[in-house]
């Protein structure tokens, strides 16, 4: 056996810890987004495959058995390539991905499909505006200038952003006094969200609930049916292993 993790994810770095711990054959796989992603405790490549074709390829040269993909459940693109390779060569693929997160009492959620309609959602007059949407998504606010926007990197921004904004550099997970802290002091009002699902995420959304503020929650986007799983604990048993550590 010899697993490809598609990584990138707080449950893909608990994965990689437990098959580390079981001692099995895995290769860990970055995108190549951030500058100093965490270290693993598996062998590390780094950046795209080129394309789906280019997945099949690794999988055949690299001897990949089976296929993980534990990328944010919104890496639409890799995951969507994942399943065309591993079609492609017979290769058993399973999607580690966390539940969304559900609307509960006291959410305020404008819920939409696309990052159009989030712009389209945000009101007509001026408002402070968290972004909580990952930087590549953010050009389509430049439309609707009249609103302060503040924005969430791991790290500084390279070249110049598509409109003025205040930008927080700083690596989550957050806790929900550091999420108040945050909302508070910039005065925010309105918050755009993905909906991840888990908790790394989520200290915001209790944020703004626990706050009042609306929050535009970007629904997850569709994909092929694929296998898919909530727990390392079920990934392990997928690959034939008990996992060794309680996740
Ligand atoms: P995406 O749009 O689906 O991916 C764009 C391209 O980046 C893919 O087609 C692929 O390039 C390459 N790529 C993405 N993930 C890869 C991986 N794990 N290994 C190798 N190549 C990868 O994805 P995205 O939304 O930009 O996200 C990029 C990465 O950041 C993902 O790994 C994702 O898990 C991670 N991420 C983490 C969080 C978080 O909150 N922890 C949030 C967002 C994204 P090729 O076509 O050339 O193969």
Same mark, same amino acid.
């Given at each position: 056996?010899?697993?490809?993790?598609? #990584?990138?994810?707080?449950?893909?770095?608990?994965?990689?810890?437990?098959?580390?711990?079981?001692?099995? +054959?895995?290769?860990?796989?970055?995108? #190549?987004?951030?500058?100093?992603?965490?270290?693993?405790?598996?062998?590390?490549?780094?950046?795209?495959?080129?394309?789906? &074709?280019?997945?099949?390829?690794?999988?055949?040269?690299?001897?990949?058995?089976?296929?993980?993909?534990?990328?944010?459940?919104?890496?639409?693109?890799?995951?969507?390539?994942?399943?065309?390779?591993?079609? +492609?060569?017979?290769?058993?693929?399973? =999607?580690?991905?966390?539940?969304?997160?559900?609307?509960?009492?006291? +959410?305020?959620?404008?819920?939409?499909?696309?990052? /159009?309609?989030?712009?389209?959602?945000?009101?007509?007059?001026?408002?402070?505006?968290?972004?909580?949407?990952?930087?590549?998504?953010? /050009?389509?606010?430049?439309?609707?200038?009249?609103?302060?926007?503040?924005?969430?990197?791991?790290?500084?921004?390279?070249?110049?952003?598509?409109?003025?904004?205040?930008?927080?550099?700083?690596?989550?997970?957050?806790?929900?006094? +550091?999420?108040?802290?945050?909302?508070?002091?910039?005065?925010?009002?309105?918050?755009?969200?993905?909906?991840?699902?888990?908790?790394?995420?989520? =200290? &915001?959304?209790?944020?703004?609930?626990?706050?009042?503020?609306?929050?535009?929650?970007?629904?997850?986007?569709?994909?092929?049916?694929?296998?898919?799983?909530?727990?390392?604990?079920?990934?392990?048993?997928?690959?034939?292993?008990?996992?060794?550590?309680?996740?």
């Amino acid at each position: 056996m010899r697993a490809l993790i598609l #990584g990138g994810t707080a449950d893909a770095s608990l994965l990689a810890e437990a098959l580390s711990q079981a001692r099995l +054959d895995a290769i860990y796989s970055y995108g #190549g987004r951030t500058r100093a992603p965490a270290d693993q405790p598996l062998p590390t490549r780094t950046g795209g495959f080129g394309g789906a &074709k280019g997945v099949a390829d690794y999988i055949r040269r690299e001897g990949i058995t089976h296929v993980v993909d534990a990328t944010h459940p919104f890496a639409v693109e890799m995951s969507r390539n994942a399943i065309a390779a591993c079609g +492609d060569t017979g290769t058993p693929l399973v =999607a580690l991905e966390r539940a969304p997160w559900a609307r509960t009492a006291g +959410d305020n959620w404008i819920e939409v499909a696309d990052i /159009a309609s989030a712009v389209a959602a945000l009101p007509e007059n001026r408002a402070r505006v968290f972004l909580a949407i990952g930087r590549q998504h953010i /050009a389509p606010f430049g439309t609707r200038p009249q609103h302060a926007y503040t924005l969430r990197f791991v790290d500084p921004p390279e070249g110049a952003l598509p409109f003025d904004a205040d930008v927080l550099v700083s690596r989550g997970p957050f806790t929900l006094e +550091d999420e108040l802290e945050m909302i508070r002091s910039r005065g925010i009002e309105w918050i755009v969200a993905r909906n991840s699902g888990g908790n790394g995420a989520r =200290a &915001k959304i209790d944020a703004a609930r626990a706050l009042g503020l609306p929050v535009i929650m970007l629904s997850r986007p569709q994909l092929p049916d694929r296998p898919r799983v909530e727990s390392v604990a079920e990934v392990m048993q997928w690959l034939g292993h008990r996992a060794c550590l309680g996740a």
